[in-house]
């Protein structure tokens, strides 16, 4: 028999889907530029007394966040925030608009990314990787293949990607979806 916990739980699951399906139903969502969003309206509801008054902020993130949030996303980033080693990993440090990114992870000192650009959005189509440079050795694979090493400030191709080093890391150019995994090397 579940406890309380799980009950709670279950009903915010529930409340949830039910506030962003009257949001989809009543608050017409709109595709620009790649991204979900609800446009503001100043009318409180509507001729059936449905609520259909969305404010900037409701429109542009709150909903969107609900959306996206995990299970007591924000209460772990108070309650159990990262450590200092966390900040020290590889990571995606700048990302072109008109690049989306499905996966962005450290396992085992290894960053793992999943990339597609979006030829519809405006960008360069550029994700630069920062906290490497002055970090030792590493490898880099796109889609399986080792393509190039980085060692300090130095960037050693071995097939031909579209990588390059700059002041604030290392920059790829992503063509089509790709999986970019960055090692090091011990």
């Known amino acids: 028999m579940p406890d309380d916990g799980h009950a709670y739980t279950e009903a915010r699951r529930h409340a949830l889907r039910g506030l962003l399906a009257h949001a989809d139903r009543f608050m017409k969502p709109t595709w620009r530029d790649g991204g979900l969003y609800y446009p503001p309206n100043d009318t409180a509801v509507d001729d059936e007394g449905h609520r259909v008054e969305v404010e900037p902020m409701a429109g542009n993130v709150l909903l969107g966040y609900a959306r996206l949030n995990v299970p007591d996303g924000l209460w772990g980033l108070y309650n159990r925030p990262w450590e200092r080693a966390h900040f020290d990993e590889p990571a995606l440090t700048a990302v072109d608009r008109d690049v989306d990114v ?68 290392l920059v790829f150019h992503c063509a089509a979806p790709q999986a970019l995994v960055l090692e090091p090397l011990v």
């Open 102 to 169: 499905s996966q962005a992870e450290v396992l085992d000192g290894a960053l793992h990314t999943r990339l597609r650009r979006t030829p519809e959005v405006p960008g360069e189509g550029t994700v630069t990787i920062g906290r490497v440079l002055g970090r030792g050795r590493w490898r880099v694979r796109i889609d399986g293949a080792e393509v190039a090493e980085v060692d300090a400030g130095s960037l050693r191709k071995i097939a031909d990607p579209a990588l390059e080093v700059t002041g604030e890391g």
